[in-house]
């Protein structure tokens, strides 16, 4: 029997149907409850799976390693301007910092300058290698907790690690200096503009970071985590949403800090250093759980998420990529049983 036809005649196209949950070719074609099935399960998994633990280790290692950092990107930004400058615009910005937090992180700028002008001397060199060691062990830590915020099982040898771990501190250090000296061009340029210029400048800055951030992590997303590399599209959702997290929750810390936080009063002389190492513990952690959530968008599909031709679920190299719903209530099982139980 023929399908009754429009009261004015004319047929009309049905509207595509929502993805199911084992069908979703890409993240956003995942429905609602599918969503809400993965922030449950990624909330489960860096809640219980070491990655907190991860998330303070690499935050120590990651404090000595901001200076050599800096330093290194002030050497790169001194090929086109000088390191004063540099100083000059950062120290702009720590006025956006907490009054707790403001004299440390002044104090340090103005010490890395110094410092960032004797990095071919002898002395220079050996203490930036020394210091570059404590920031390619923070490197090689993520890499650790990336790879399992996956689901995986680290299989690369140490040297492999840690010339990843490496690329990934120079790799910063470069991006860094390249935003200073961007960020310097830009703002020789706009000397001589009017207010409403400038102020747009400003407004526009902060979207262009957040771009950069994304566009970083995406990178971080699908190169080191120890798996069969993810297609762009399902690691980028993950990228973006650790993006949006991490501003929200560096404005709202350093807003409580300044209006609310009594830090001074509990920690003394050591207020400045609390808060930045909470800051940077919170960085670290949402960075994870932007891998998280994106191992568990992948883990919502059948579709193949990994780069390359389309393959079988349990032959696509990646765990998260080789399960498929529906999972149970409880949850997923986790650990090596998780792994095995994927693979199998």
């Avoid at 990651?62 to 001194?78: E, F, K």
């Avoid at 390619?136 to 690690?161: I, K, N």
């Avoid at 400003?202 to 590399?229: E, H, I, N, S, T």
């Amino acid at each position: 029997m023929a399908a009754a036809r429009p009261a004015d005649g004319v047929e009309r196209a049905s509207p595509r149907p929502e993805a199911s949950d084992g069908e979703a070719a890409s993240p956003h074609r995942i429905p609602l409850r599918g969503w809400g099935s993965i922030l449950r399960r990624a909330g489960r998994h860096v809640l219980t799976d070491r990655l907190q633990v991860l998330s303070a280790g690499i935050t120590f290692f990651a404090v000595l390693s901001i200076a050599p950092l800096l330093v290194t990107a002030l050497s790169i930004y001194g090929a086109v301007n000088t390191p004063q400058q540099a100083l000059q615009q950062l120290s702009s910005l720590t006025g956006m910092l907490p009054s707790d937090l403001e004299p440390l992180v002044a104090d340090q700028l103005t010490t890395i300058t110094a410092a960032s002008t004797k990095v071919h001397t002898f002395r220079g060199l050996s203490s930036l290698v020394i210091a570059l060691w404590t920031a390619t062990t923070a490197a090689t830590y993520l890499l650790d907790a990336l790879t399992l915020a996956y689901h995986e099982t680290e299989t690369r040898s140490f040297l492999r690690r840690s010339a990843l771990a490496l690329v990934v501190v120079l790799g910063g250090a470069v991006l860094l200096g390249a935003v200073i000296a961007v960020a310097g061009v830009a703002s020789r340029a706009l000397e001589d503009a009017s207010g409403a210029a400038r102020v747009t400048a400003r407004v526009l800055a902060w979207p262009a970071l957040a771009a950069v951030m994304a566009l970083a992590l995406a990178g971080l997303y699908r190169f080191a985590p120890d798996r069969k590399q993810a297609r762009w599209r399902w690691i980028s959702g993950g990228a973006v949403l650790t993006t949006a997290l991490w501003l929200a929750t560096s404005i709202g810390l350093f807003a409580y800090v300044q209006t609310l936080g009594s830090y001074e009063s509990t920690y003394g002389s050591l207020a400045g250093v609390a808060i930045s190492m909470f800051w940077l513990w919170i960085s670290v952690f949402l960075v994870i759980v932007g891998a998280s959530v994106n191992a568990e968008a992948e883990r919502q599909t059948a579709q193949d998420s990994t780069i390359g031709p389309e393959q079988p679920i349990g032959e696509r190299g990646a765990v998260v990529a080789d399960s498929a719903p529906p999972y149970p209530d409880g949850g997923p099982p986790s650990g090596d049983e998780f792994r095995g139980a994927a693979r199998s």
